[in-house]
């Protein structure tokens, strides 16, 4: 006897109530496959900030040569800030070696006679501690100064001499004739072709050696 099927009516509630569950079922599904990507991303970002943190090369920390280098090439601005982040003595030491360096260079221009750069160059190393070099180099400086002044001085006297020696020589009366009695007055040439002495001149004469209008003078 064969059995016979049921009716459609009675299979429809089922369906329904299948699609039902599998439903309520699903948001939960794609809820935790969301939480999921999130989580991958999340730790890819952080392998990759790791890596970069862990590849990025560090900046080496300056030195005391480094500012010792520095105070050479004539970087003093480079060299103290970075001795003093070093420390307090670091900065000490690099500005006496400035201090130094500048006394150097001061003594070179002396020998050189360039008394402008040397002045320049004492200015600047008044900023620096005072060692015995710059206080000798200061004092050298200070000596060619005096030299210098002296030798000026000494120019300006010589030149109002030879004015007034022009303005006496200018204001001076001719010399008398020679008398008939006396002997001949040589005519040229030089005290040294003659061996006469104290004989007048014209203005001029070469033989009149300070201007009185008396040549070979004795």
């Known amino acids: 006897m064969t059995a016979s099927a049921p009716p459609r009516g009675k299979r429809r509630p089922r369906q329904w109530l299948l699609v039902a569950i599998a439903a309520i079922a699903m948001p939960g599904a794609l809820v935790g496959c969301g939480d999921d990507e999130s989580n991958d991303e999340s730790a890819a970002t952080n392998t990759v900030t790791t ?9 080496p920390a300056q030195t005391l040569q480094d500012a010792r280098t520095a105070v050479d090439e004539d ?24 201090s130094n360096r500048i006394t150097r260079r ?24 005072t060692t015995q070099q710059s206080a000798r180099a200061r004092a050298s400086y200070k000596a060619a100064k005096a ?31 020679p008398s008939a009695d006396s002997p001949d ?4 040439g030089t005290c040294a072709d003659t061996s006469m002495k104290d004989f007048p001149v014209p203005p001029g004469d070469p033989r009149d050696r300070d201007g009185d209008g008396i040549g070979c003078e004795s």
């Not at 070179?108 to 006679?113: E, N, S």
């Not at 030299?147 to 001719?174: G, L, N, S």
């Open 51 to 59: 890596a970069t943190t862990a590849t990025a090369p560090t900046e």
């Open 75 to 98: 970087d003093y601005a480079t060299a103290v800030t970075i001795a003093t982040a070093i420390g307090v003595n670091e900065a000490n030491a690099i500005r006496r070696r400035i």
């Open 106 to 129: 001061i003594f070179a221009a002396l020998r050189a006679g360039n008394r402008g750069l040397a002045r320049s160059l004492v200015i600047e190393g008044k900023r620096y501690p």
């Open 147 to 177: 030299r210098a002044a002296a030798r000026a001085r000494q120019r300006r006297q010589e030149a109002v001499a030879r004015r007034r020696a022009r303005e006496q020589a200018e204001q001076a009366p001719p010399p008398p004739p």
């Open 185 to 188: 007055v040589p005519s040229g």
